[in-house]
């Protein structure tokens, strides 16, 4: 396996070195880039339709939407209200990886975005390894997955900034807690920043309106 | 990239090797062995505690339980009453592969077994395409992710044998359709043999527990 292990990372060196290219281009522009991660069905396209209904008018939002088969995502966020949305369909990879990222980056007028969300495909274990040239990785947990999902995927914690508990509608329908998740994730990131929200209700979202809307100034801020 | 394709595909042809014996030494004996696969969260090891709890005293049943990290879900199956656990930590791997089966295989004493479990890494693409010497793979979908899942996770839905969808008690607090999901599902997979139930409140579990009845009779009554 040793000449796996050696290929593995020839493949990741080659990603990071895209992933630095792709970062730049973003960089240069103040384009907030944040990468979305988590299990299958865990809200990831939910939260960008919340985020399009709320956020749209005020912010120029691009999406890139990746999934092993189907543009049903892309579908939605169009639907929803997206102006600049590309999908990506893997066929069969169980990643994004910043050569996918590159490839579609073209197709967005960089100069007249002030975002890019990146739904990764759904998939808590591999996507943690590939840095796609985003400022952070998002993680989204639901409260009907369970709460020591942090300690069994810790890689996936542990690279991402943020984690974002959604589904707080459903809380008391299993023995998912709050508490548990919290302490669970900062045992392996201590600097995770936490968002507890229901896509559903629309509990909670404003808090990550707010948060957006200031990550994106301040970003401006740093440029200007 | 063709030098990592053929790399992978050495590696899958390896497996199958290993994989076919691990089936012989199975079929051998006459053990049903099932390949359990899904999302973090969909209920894998709940379904497991529950089938525990049914036939613990009727059948030998061995269970394997494959995390990333941790070892939770072994944990959670001991105290369900299991005689035969036994964890396998992937340390980030993200899918069992056949050669770690064989190496726990070992700890089982195999002429004292009627039914194995296998409870794969929560992930919906990347254990798709290794054999582990199952009889059948079983995918389990949870009515609190989309039901759309089939057709965008393919592979998984077409090399399973089976579909159980799980949390039947939470549909109707989202769009998920119980017609779509197998609708969809049967598109991938024509011959997809369907569970619906809710391994919290007991709604559909006689029906599954019948089948494994069933499935380990039959195989006893080809060896006989």
Excluded at 140 to 154: R, V
Aim: glycine share 8%.
């Amino acid at each position: 396996m040793d000449k796996q292990i050696a290929l593995e990372r020839k493949v990741l060196s080659e990603n990071d070195r895209i992933a630095a290219d792709v970062r730049a281009q973003l960089q240069d522009r103040g384009i907030v880039a944040l990468n979305l991660v988590s299990s299958p069905g865990s809200g990831k396209t939910s939260l960008l339709e919340r985020t399009l209904a709320a956020l749209n008018d005020e912010l120029r939002i691009g999406l890139v939407a990746g999934d092993v088969q189907t543009e049903n995502d892309a579908d939605r966020l169009l639907k929803a209200g997206g102006k600049m949305v590309r999908p990506i369909v893997t066929n069969g990879a169980c990643h994004l990886d910043a050569k996918m990222i590159a490839r579609v980056l073209p197709d967005f007028n960089l100069d007249n975005l002030d975002l890019l969300f990146i739904e990764n495909v759904g998939n808590l274990v591999c996507p943690s390894s590939f840095d796609l040239g985003e400022d952070m990785k998002v993680v989204l947990i639901s409260t009907t997955e369970g709460d020591d999902k942090p300690l069994k995927y810790p890689s996936m914690f542990r690279r991402s900034s943020m984690m974002i508990v959604n589904k707080l509608d459903l809380l008391g329908t299993s023995d998912f807690k709050l508490g548990r998740v919290t302490e669970n994730a900062r045992q392996i990131n201590h600097d995770l920043q936490i968002f507890e929200l229901s896509c559903r209700t629309g509990d909670g979202l404003e808090a990550w309106f707010d948060w957006v809307r200031e990550t994106v100034a301040e970003k401006r801020g740093v440029l200007a």
